[in-house]
């Protein structure tokens, strides 16, 4: 019939946003901080060939009830042509102290704080995996796994809460649509889990969602190096000390998959009650039998426990 095809739609105004601070450099591009008229909010800045990475986060941000404290929030998106070089933004709200990584590198934290990160964190990924029906009257959510998440993807509020970011490589899934197959290893290599560094190709929601819980695990590991409740050392990454900054695909293999290494636990959290009680957690989260891990849901709740019978 005769159908609307040839209309115009009125530009989009641009955003009244300007870039103040560099924050960091990715895979992806870059992140900084930026200033909308009424707040700070954080631009991530794709390169125009990586418009594929930056449709995917959108579509990802885009999803039905995406809203959750613990889950970073999207503002806008906008394609800029700043003269020679067209780039792609991606706005979302600023977080000051930014993240989890860079935080436990400049502070120690006390055993209140470490429950606080660790349940909010577990809050938001639990959140993130779990799927929403959808209702009569709104649209659920399909379950999503992250698929890069470590300490520098964990932003922390003002309030030492967490919210969960960069959703570049995530995968929804939206029931009765079959298994992913061929995926590579995609996602960080220390924080990769045993089956993605074997190379396994074929992995069900369930077996996505496992692999989130052995990084979460290495994540937890993190807080605890820098709890206060006993002696703490420097920050390191997790497997820092056995491979170094760089590490390769093979140095992880060896020690994750072949010989079944994990990040040292530190004798002395045997001393805290509270430390003591969430070895067992994190040691479930990063089983080398993925099927043993713990769900999202069931970590933020024994923290949940222990942080109301440990309070010091
Ligand atoms: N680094 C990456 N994303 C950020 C954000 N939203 N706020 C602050 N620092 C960040």
Redesign the pocket.
Known sequence: GHGYSGMILPPRPALNLQLLEL??HGRYGS?W?GQLPDRFV?V?IFPIQDRQSWLAELEVYALPQMKHDNV?KFIASEERDDGDSAKLWLV?????R??LCDFLKGNVITWADLCKIGETMACGLAYLHDEIPSTPSAKGKPAVAHRDLKSKNV?LKQDLTACI??FGLALKFEPGKGLNETHPQVGTRRYMAPEVLEGAICFNRDSFLRIDMYACGLILWELMTRCTAVDVGDYRLPFEAEVGQQPSLEDMQTRVVTRKMRPALNPLWNKHPGLYGLVPTVEECWDQDAEARLSAGCVQERIRQLARTINS
């Open positions: 924050k960091a992140v901080k954080a991530k970073l979302t709200e600023y977080h000051d930014g993240s932003l970011a960069d």
